[in-house]
């Protein structure tokens, strides 16, 4: 079955520690995506890739960091200048990130997503 | 700048009650809209997406309508059953959308259907 599975689902972290948190798709989608979580927010983008070797800082993308070597993973670092880690992080994929701006929406942005990892800084 | 507001908050209602849940957005110049399930703990599932040329879609017991207009989506549940209890989030895709990609998400509903 096609999916996107993320790990691990829980990790505790010591303050002052990098983690990274892995996300994995076999969907054969282009673009990839990281959010966080908070209890009563709203989602919120860490870092978007749209093809392989490039990727693009989303709206908190201070105190993380991420890769795009293959097509099918995406992993996140959480780095220790992250000032409050604790969150649910969610990766995401879609087809490709549809035409935007141009005032076209292929639909192509129809996002799945992954079961989350819920990190806690101890 | 996009902004999505889903009202209510939360909703507990009896089974087999009709429902709607409301989503509303500042900027009418959307591509699309998006309402996902998400389980506690878990990732968000597609539910439906409208295109902005569209005026609603179907999928089962769910109905969603889109109002560009007015700013206004709302997810219809028919005949509400204990395993709908999850958080529906609403993600409207448009040019100020917050987010690099497009997309704002609304902050959810918590529905608790009562056996």
């Known amino acids: 079955d096609g999916g996107i599975t993320q790990s691990p689902k829980y990790l505790f972290r010591k303050e002052g520690q990098n983690v990274t948190l892995s996300c994995e798709q076999n969907?054969?989608?282009?673009?990839m995506y990281w959010y966080r979580q908070d209890p009563g927010q709203g989602l919120r983008l860490i870092y978007y890739?749209?093809?392989?070797?490039?990727?693009q800082k989303g709206d908190i993308a201070e105190g993380y960091s991420v890769s795009r070597e293959k097509k099918e993973s995406f992993p996140l670092t959480v780095t220790s200048a992250q000032k409050n880690p604790t969150a649910f992080y969610l990766c995401?994929?879609?087809?490709?990130?549809?035409?935007?701006?141009?005032?076209?929406?292929?639909?192509?942005?129809?996002?799945?997503f992954g079961a989350g990892s819920r990190l806690t800084v101890l | 700048k996009q902004e999505v507001t889903q009202i209510p908050a939360a909703l507990s209602v009896p089974e087999g009650e009709n429902l709607v849940l409301n989503c509303s957005f500042t900027?009418?110049?959307?591509?699309?809209l998006q309402w996902f399930r998400q389980d506690p703990g878990k990732g968000l599932t597609s539910l439906l997406l409208?295109?902005?040329?569209?005026r609603e879609q179907t999928s089962g017991r769910l109905n969603a309508s889109l109002d560009k207009s007015s700013g206004r989506s709302t997810l219809y549940i028919a005949a509400s059953q204990p395993g709908d209890s999850a958080t529906y989030l609403c993600?409207?895709?448009?040019?100020?959308?917050?987010?690099?990609?497009?997309?704002?998400f609304g902050k959810g509903t918590h529905l608790i259907i009562q056996p």
């Open positions: 995401a994929s879609s087809i490709d990130r549809g035409v935007q701006g141009s005032g076209y929406s292929s639909g192509a942005n129809v996002l799945t």
């Open positions: 969907l054969n989608h282009d673009a």
């Open positions: 890739s749209q093809i392989v070797n490039d990727f």
């Open positions: 900027d009418s110049a959307i591509y699309n």
């Open positions: 409208i295109q902005s040329s569209q």
């Open positions: 993600a409207v895709s448009s040019y100020s959308g917050g987010g690099a990609d497009g997309l704002t």
